[in-house]
């Protein structure tokens, strides 16, 4: 079964600190995807990245970075000098197909301060 | 602009009611999917449809019902069986050759009062 495991509940810092947000998948599909999602107060999920299992080059989006280890089963996110509107939550998310269900782990909270 | 639209943003229910929410999506995907998420939650699946006229149940589907009549709409009815309805609710659709894979609405807010 298809599970995400999120263990940072919420995670606070100062503006221009560098951040990292965990992700750990389990899966018995050798292909497979990944996500990051992120919420603003607003509601609305956006979307952030997908990674293709077989495909495990880390990747970097302006201040955004993902670290995808199949070895370790984990899909981390990092955000480099964060921002006050860095402020959301980040889902990561797996899909072992598409048209098949998209599996979250539970979220975590980001607070950014000024 | 193609989307997903939900409707309505927040909806008032009363105890013993259904309530319909409503998903219309013009961006031609064939499999849509609704979900729940609740105040410190990840999201968990209800339903999902990979084609019209089926679908199937997700992980909480117990007090849902969906119908997939029409490529661009799945409807998500919350019955009077749904023990605690009071929820944010997404809708979304897939396609495979699109690189975001997934297109989220705003999601309706469901109040019971």
């Known amino acids: 079964a298809q599970k995400v495991t999120q263990a940072q509940t919420e995670i606070s810092v100062v503006e221009k600190e560098d951040v990292t947000l965990d992700c750990v998948y389990e899966?018995?599909?050798?292909?497979?995807?990944l996500f990051w999602y992120k919420q603003p107060p607003s509601g609305e999920l956006v979307f952030l990245i997908r990674r293709n299992s077989f495909d495990e080059q880390n990747e970097i989006s302006g201040r955004y970075s993902w670290n995808f280890q199949k070895s370790t089963s984990s899909f981390n996110f990092t955000i480099t000098a964060s921002q006050v509107v860095d402020s959301a939550v980040y889902f990561c998310a797996l899909s072992e197909d598409w048209g098949n269900k998209l599996v979250f782990g539970a979220g975590t909270i980001l607070r950014v301060k000024s | 602009d193609g989307g997903i639209t939900q409707s309505p943003k927040y909806l008032f229910r009363k105890e013993g009611q259904n309530v319909t929410l409503s998903c219309e999506q013009n961006l031609n995907h064939d499999a849509m999917y609704w979900y729940r998420q609740d105040p410190g939650q990840g999201l968990r699946l209800i339903y999902y449809s990979q084609i019209v006229n089926d679908f199937q149940k997700g992980d909480i589907a117990e007090g849902y019902s969906v119908s997939r009549e029409k490529k661009e709409s799945f409807p998500l009815t919350v019955t009077s069986a749904q023990k605690n309805p009071t929820a944010f609710y997404l809708c979304a659709s897939s396609h495979p050759t699109e690189n975001y894979g997934y297109t989220f609405g705003s999601g309706t807010r469901l109040t019971v009062v």
């Open positions: 899966t018995r599909d050798t292909t497979y995807y």
